[in-house]
């Protein structure tokens, strides 16, 4: 074999200190505008890091990847959660090859955000006997208020956590559902985290007329303002909120129902919005009650808590261990969320928030929400796919899921990965092959959320077992080469 002579290094020690000055010049300057809304010493590591974080990815680095990797160097790839110390470190390794005085930074500073985000998964969604191991969370049905057997079943198979979606039941059924968790750490010695859910100002169908029975792709469809406008031989649906309908304009796309029901708009008039269907199986959708609607093409300027919630939280801020926060967009929702808080918590400090992120506006403001709630309470966010989907579109969602993990892992956050996960096993009974490989993929988050079925508890241990295999080939995006034994017998000694 043929070496090619030592590379010239000068050009890129030069590129290097000036990536390092870019990021520290614009991430010193972003973090110095956060810095007066952050109250919590412990997320300012985070903040810095996140602000580094950034600065850094405003440029396009792949052909200085390829000039580090060539010479056995870090690719940057995986610095998320360390972008100073791994800067550094790089600079550093390119002085020493070529015999200049070299400094690394300290071994503590590459697995300090790391560190933090292993507290707050603890925090968040309950202790494994692994440290970084992915946890469970599973929501709750109904059912689990009064059967005894149910939630010590989920335990049993898995679960970390578990999670009350306060848009439905009430009170009185949540009281038993938490009466029940406590019973069942008895003996355990461990506590399990209630996270609960409000509700949010979700958009949904509360009336509808369909006289053909199913939408087939052509059929047209109206969304009134009001129920008396329901009657017509023109299939029809009323909203929960139906004041945005004068927002919409012609070619506006139209969700229903999680994307199973595809439409455009056609005309806007003072009695709604005319839609033709584009999407839908063959067979035909039917039209249901209580099934969401998304305008992907408009920012729904909603408050994030609603009168309902508002009164929910004289409940959750007694009982529950994390609050779920959902449809969550702006950081003035946190600033509600928290005043709102303060009064129910008695001088107690305000509840952990898990964001759920599941709008465009969202997905752009992430950075300014996670400032908001880390810089006065624990943090964590949920990857909402199933909004998140009909918002951004399936095609890009496989690629904001990842920046948004990569976002928190850089704000020493931990991600939920959450809608759909196992779905197939959890209502059916047996997994298809691309939700194992979607359910694996999931590991590189903090926790893994199922949500309720007949066969939740077979879901649960399913899963258990596909992420403990996974932990041990996986962290974060950084593959762990431990021993691989597939093939040890075609290797000759």
């Known amino acids: 074999m043929t070496l090619r002579s030592d590379p010239p290094l000068d050009p ?61 160097l870090s690719s940057l790839g995986r610095a998320e959660s360390r972008i100073r110390p791994t800067l550094d470190a790089l600079i550093a390794g390119l002085d020493r090859l070529v015999g200049a005085p070299a400094s690394w930074p300290q071994e503590s500073a590459f697995f300090q955000g790391l560190t933090t985000i292993a507290r707050e998964q603890t925090l968040f969604f309950g202790p494994h006997d692994t440290a970084q191991a992915t946890r469970i969370m599973v929501t709750l049905p109904t059912e689990a208020a009064d059967d005894p057997a149910m939630i010590p079943a989920l335990i049993e198979a898995g679960a970390t956590c578990l999670r009350i979606n306060c848009a439905h039941d009430d009170a009185s059924v949540w009281a038993r559902m938490i009466a029940r968790i406590r019973a069942a750490e008895t003996g355990r010695q461990r506590r399990i985290p209630v996270i609960m859910d409000l509700g949010g100002p979700k958009i949904r169908i509360v009336a509808l007329r369909a006289p053909h029975g199913r939408l087939k792709r052509g059929d047209r469809l109206r969304i009134v303002q009001n129920k008396a406008a ?3 031989a023109t299939p029809a649906i009323a909203l929960s909120v139906p004041d945005l309908l004068a927002r919409l304009k012609p070619g506006d796309p139209v969700l229903i129902d999680d994307g199973k029901i595809g439409a455009r708009v056609l005309s806007v008039d003072s009695v709604g919005v005319l839609l033709e269907v584009h999407t839908a199986r063959e067979k035909g959708e039917k039209l249901k009650l209580e099934k969401g609607v998304n305008f992907p093409s408009v920012e729904i300027n909603l408050p994030a808590l609603t009168a309902k919630d508002r009164a929910d939280l004289a409940f959750v801020a007694g009982h529950a261990d994390a609050i779920g926060y959902s449809f969550v967009q702006r950081p003035e929702d946190v600033d509600q969320l928290l005043a709102a808080l303060a009064p129910l918590r008695r001088g107690l400090p305000p509840l952990p928030l898990m964001l759920k992120i599941e709008t465009r506006l969202a997905v752009r403001n992430l950075p300014g929400l996670l400032i908001a709630a880390g810089g006065r309470t624990p943090v964590s966010v949920m990857i909402a796919r199933g909004d998140l989907a009909m918002e951004v ?101």
């Open 12 to 72: 890129l020690r030069a590129d290097a200190r000036a990536l390092r000055r870019a990021v520290v010049a614009a991430g010193d300057a972003t973090f110095a505008a956060w810095r007066p809304g952050i109250a919590r010493d412990d997320f300012l590591p985070g903040a810095r890091n996140l602000a580094d974080y950034l600065a850094f990815r405003q440029q396009d680095l792949t052909t200085l990847q390829n000039r580090l990797t060539v010479l056995g």
């Open 230 to 232: 329901l009657a017509g």
């Open 393 to 493: 579109g399936p095609e890009r969602l496989s690629e904001v899921q990842e920046e948004i993990l990569w976002l928190c892992e850089a704000a020493h956050v931990p991600a939920v990965w959450a809608t759909q996960v196992l779905e197939s096993l959890v209502k059916n009974g047996a997994p298809s092959r691309a939700e194992i490989t979607d359910a694996a993929m999931g590991q590189r988050a903090e926790c893994v959320m199922l949500n309720k079925g007949p066969f939740v508890a077979e879901g649960v241990a399913f899963l258990a077992g596909i992420l403990r295999r996974m932990d041990r080939h996986q962290y974060k995006k950084s593959a762990r080469l431990s021993a691989l034994t597939s093939w040890r017998d075609v290797l000759v000694s």
